[in-house]
Nanobody, 119 residues
């Protein structure tokens, strides 16, 4: 089991930047793939970025070139650096952790942090 706690959200003007953090506890962090998802009002939750236990990253087309996901296994933390923010980036951002076992799959979610991009 793993517990996740996001932080770093807030209000920012278009073109600004925010850095989200997700602190994990309760399990061996380095064995999990991590991801950031977001959910805007009235819309389904969507993938933003992922990073595997080996450090391979993927990004949604909408954030490619603007957002960067990274992890610090020594601190049990995953980050999402968000630059050149746009109003359409406004959403609740959720951290996730996932791991496949020989006969199980486990996914955990944080409670989310609000990001609002507005002038």
């Amino acid at each position: 089991q793993v517990q996740l706690a996001e932080s770093g959200g807030g209000l920012v003007q278009p073109g600004g930047a925010l850095r989200l953090s997700c602190a994990a506890s309760g399990d061996i962090f380095s064995t999990y793939a991590m991801g950031w998802y977001r959910q805007a009002p009235g819309k389904q939750r969507e993938l933003v970025a992922t990073i595997t236990s080996g450090g391979t990253t993927t990004y949604a087309d909408s954030v490619k070139g603007r957002f960067t996901i990274s992890r610090d296994n020594a601190k049990n933390t995953v980050y999402l650096q968000m630059n050149s923010l746009k109003p359409e980036d406004t959403a609740v951002y959720y951290c996730s952790a996932a791991r496949h076992g020989s006969s199980t799959f486990n996914r955990y979610w944080g409670q989310g942090t609000q990001v609002t991009v507005s002038s």
